[in-house]
């Protein structure tokens, strides 16, 4: 029998303590988790932020072929700054030519722990975009900085390159698509808004910088980089701004004050902020002081210096905003935006500053002259109240401050006493009274073009022409003798009674007329001065390149030329100056030319019609060269004279009529004084450059055009352009006889007809005057042997004609003889001589009959082409003898 198994152990439940788990654990843990989520969410967006923000930012700069926009420069022939183009003002100047000094004021302004510090400050950058996310959010707070200079100069660079994107567009024209404009100006927003974007994209460059570049070369970027106000980008240019001095002759006060502007250029400005801009210095030298940069000694002078800045010098309107404009729009086309206001060219042009200010001043004088002579148009405006004269009379205390009345110069003022005889008035210009005697208003007649202009109009008294109240335009003058500018108005009478030991003015008024003077130099090929109108500012109009007007007897020479060139006429072919009617059965209409003076002198020589501008002469010639070109077929003979003409140098179209001969087509005074050029080279028509030269900016020549004789030009350029002139030969479009011929017929006009006034030059001189018959344009278009100058003088819309008797003779010839004088000051010309290859023949003629003739009244010495010259004799004036000679050289 078996033995039952044991009984299994007994089982107890033993008990054990399990430890409870803490909570703080827990939210340990928890928080931990959090942060590292928080954390990976911020990489992964600082990540996104970084693909996103920094995929399309500019590349960083190598230092040693950082190329900034810098200005671009434009120089007389002479080297006189006369412009200078930038969209930011820079000159790059080499951080080794930086003073210690200037740098330091910098830093301690701007970045104290600069050389400490990774690029960002991170803080700063946080508290910058949640306060400007803030003020976008609710509207409050402020948009806040917190760039070090690292950032200002990733700042700098991201701004450079979106305006650089937009310039670059704009010089696209054609081919530019909204979308490619679009992102280009949302480019510039980005860069230049305060937004938690341009932030970002700042500190990822600026990153970049400190990792591709050493402290120095960041400060060499930022130091030619950062904007000072004034126009002024970077030390250099705000050094030659503000004072008037390279960056390294500053002093330790001025080097403050500049250190102190990139905060806000516009609020610290010297100019409009004086205080604030010197507790910006002084905050400055402070924290040099602070940090050991200077000692206490310096700190005080500097602090002490008188703060001294200049304006900036406007070169462009002072002395030829017309020409240099004109200089800037070539330059674009050719080259384009970019290249003109950022790649720092230096643009050498061929305009002779001495003769561009002659230029200016004799279309400033003569403007003046011939607007007052057209009548005057009453005062500025009229103040009724004693208030409002106060009130004006306090704004020009403002405007003068300190300054006096200065002879020469122009003031607006207005007038407080007119006394009761009408012999002086009282006007008041910024507080201080000056005189207006009679004599100096006797011009101002009223306006009306039907009378002419002489002493019997001339006024005897202020009473018709001011009263009080009038704000007025004066000029002061030094003494009695400068309140006339024109014999008509002399009046010995009122001259006794302008006041002795006072302030004496005359009156004056802005002139409604225009004019315009174009000056060449022929055989150097440069247009040397030019003025397209009164004044630019007003209106940026360029008449010598863009006004088409006719020149009336200005074209005859061109008739004539024709005439001589084609049918082989001659200064002494016979014409016949008798009553001319046309009739236009096609347009219906009748047309009877006359002559200037409605009179008519029967046969006159070819000669004697141009030198006394004659207009039925030089009808009938056109019809006969119409004729004579087109085969008696008219229609073709001036389709001819047009293609004639168009060789010449003459653009626009002419009138398909006869009325072409007395200039009715219009013509742009660039090209017509262009075409006298042709006829001063004896027919060889070549081109007219305004830009001699162009360089990079690192001196490299773009294009070259400089005269080999030019004496302001360096050697090498001379050779070079003179070099390159060989291949560039111009076209003989008129035989070099017939043009000296023309030539010699406007001498006549100079020494003996329309244009004898020019002969005041002292000079040999060729010409022809232009007026046309409705007296709207006014020309006279003239030359020496080595300038050719046209000067018109006309109403942009020909509101109402010129007054009587104001021919090109008498309104333009003064411009261009005044002009002229200036220009050839102290340079002899020499007289017109054929050169020895012309075939000519040189002939005394019977002014009347056109035959050879040898002594007596009304002979003329006359040239021709050989076998053109007359063989008859004037029986009443004797035989051929040893007085006749021939040039066959």
């Known amino acids: 029998m078996t033995a039952p198994p044991p009984a299994a152990p007994e089982k107890k439940l033993v008990l054990v303590d399990v430890p409870k788990k803490s909570w703080g654990r827990r939210l340990l843990k928890l928080f931990a988790f959090a942060l590292l989520t928080f954390v990976a969410i911020g990489v992964m967006a600082g990540v996104g932020a970084y ?166 070369e960041i400060l060499y970027l930022y130091l030619n980089n950062v904007y000072l106000g004034h126009h002024a980008y970077g030390v250099e240019s705000a050094a030659e701004n503000y004072y008037r001095k390279d960056v390294k002759d500053l002093t330790l006060g001025e080097m403050a004050l500049i250190a102190g502007l990139p905060q806000a250029p516009s609020s610290f400005s010297p100019f409009t902020a004086s205080e604030k801009a010197k507790k910006r210095r002084h905050y400055v030298l402070g924290q040099m002081l602070e940090k050991g940069m200077i000692s206490k000694t310096e700190h005080d002078q500097a602090d002490q210096e008188e703060i001294r800045v200049y304006p900036v010098e406007d070169v462009f309107h002072e002395l030829s905003p017309y020409f240099t404009e004109e200089v800037r729009k070539a330059i674009v086309d050719r080259y384009g935006n970019v290249a003109a206001l950022e790649e720092g060219l230096q643009i050498f042009t061929t305009m002779d500053s001495e003769k561009q200010r002659a230029a200016q001043d004799s279309v400033l004088a003569g403007l003046l002259a011939v607007d007052k002579r057209q009548g005057y148009r009453g005062a500025l405006l009229h103040l009724e109240s004693p208030k409002e004269r106060e009130a004006f009379i306090a704004r020009g205390k403002t405007a003068m401050g300190e300054e006096k009345l200065t002879p020469g110069r122009f003031y607006v003022g207005v007038v407080t006493q007119v006394d009761r005889e009408g012999l002086t008035a009282d006007v008041n210009v910024g507080g201080q009274v000056a005189k207006l005697p009679a004599l100096g208003a006797r011009w101002a007649r009223p306006v009306n073009s039907e009378h002419y202009y002489n002493s019997g109009v001339m006024l005897n008294k202020l009473t018709k022409v001011v009263s009080v109240g009038d704000v007025i335009p004066v000029r002061v003058v030094a003494d009695k003798n400068g309140l006339y500018d024109d014999r008509e108005q002399y009046s010995s009478a009122l001259e006794k009674e302008v006041p002795e030991g006072v302030t004496l003015v005359r009156l004056e008024q802005d002139p409604e007329l225009q004019s315009a003077l174009v000056s060449i130099d022929p ?363 021939m040039l066959t050289r």
């Open 523 to 885: 055989h150097r090929q440069y247009l040397v001065a030019m003025v397209g109108g009164y004044d630019f500012d007003a209106n940026e109009f360029n008449r010598a390149f863009q006004a088409c007007r006719q020149p009336g007897s200005g074209f005859k020479p061109i008739v004539y030329s024709a005439a001589i060139e084609k049918m082989n006429w001659t200064e002494a072919t016979v014409l016949v100056d008798s009553p001319l009617v046309y009739d236009d059965p096609e347009n219906q209409n009748r047309w009877k030319p006359e002559n200037y003076s409605e009179g008519y002198v029967g046969e006159v020589l070819l000669r004697t019609a141009l030198v006394n501008s004659m207009n039925i002469p030089a009808v009938k010639t056109y019809i006969e060269l119409t004729r004579f070109l087109g085969k008696k077929n008219e229609p073709l003979g001036i389709k001819l004279m047009g293609e004639y003409v168009k060789n010449l140098g003459i653009s626009t179209p002419l009138n398909p009529d006869f009325s072409t001969a007395l200039g009715s087509s219009c013509v742009y005074p660039y090209e017509l004084v262009q075409v006298y050029a042709t006829i001063n080279r004896l027919g060889e028509k070549k081109p007219t450059y305004f830009v001699r030269k162009v360089a990079d900016r690192y001196g490299r020549t773009i294009e070259d055009h400089t005269a080999f004789d030019d004496p302001w030009a360096s050697l090498t350029d001379r050779v070079a352009g003179g070099y390159a002139r060989i291949w560039e030969p111009g076209e003989q479009v008129m035989e070099k006889e017939t043009a000296y011929i023309v030539t010699d017929l406007m001498r006549g006009v100079v020494r003996e007809g329309t244009g004898a006034a020019a002969n005041r030059l002292g000079k040999p001189a060729a010409g022809k005057t232009g007026t046309t018959n409705d007296s709207f344009d006014a020309w006279f278009t003239g030359f020496t042997r080595d300038l050719v100058t046209s000067a018109w003088v006309g109403y942009d819309l020909n509101q109402h004609p010129l007054n009587r008797a104001e021919t090109g003779g008498k309104a333009a010839l003064p411009i261009w003889l005044a002009y002229m004088k200036g220009a050839l000051d102290g340079r002899a010309q020499p007289e017109f001589s054929p050169p020895a290859s012309l075939d000519l023949v040189r002939l005394r003629i019977d002014e009347k009959t056109g035959k050879v003739a040898t002594v007596g009244k009304g002979v003329k010495d006359m040239w021709f082409k050989r076998d053109t010259e007359p063989k008859d004799k004037a029986l009443d004036k004797g035989s051929v003898g040893t007085d006749q000679f």
């Open 51 to 216: 693909l996103k923000f920094g995929s399309d930012l500019p590349a960083i700069p190598q230092v040693d072929l950082y190329h900034p926009p810098v200005v671009t420069e434009l120089w007389s022939q002479d080297a006189v700054l006369s412009g200078e183009l930038y969209n930011e003002r820079r000159k790059v100047v080499p951080y080794e030519r930086i003073p210690k000094r200037l740098v330091q004021a910098f830093i301690a302004a701007e970045d104290a722990s600069f050389f400490d510090h990774g690029g960002v400050d991170l803080l700063g950058t946080v508290r910058a975009v949640s306060k400007t996310v803030l003020k976008k959010v609710t509207g409050r707070g402020s948009v806040q900085g917190g760039s070090t200079l690292t950032q200002q100069t990733a700042k700098a660079i991201l701004v450079s390159d979106a305006r650089r994107k937009v310039l670059e567009t704009r010089g696209l024209a054609g081919k530019l698509t909204r979308e490619s404009e679009a992102a280009a100006k949302e480019s510039f927003k980005t860069a230049t808004e305060k937004s938690p974007k341009r932030k970002i994209r700042e500190a990822i460059l600026a990153r970049r910088l400190e990792a591709a570049l050493t402290k120095e």
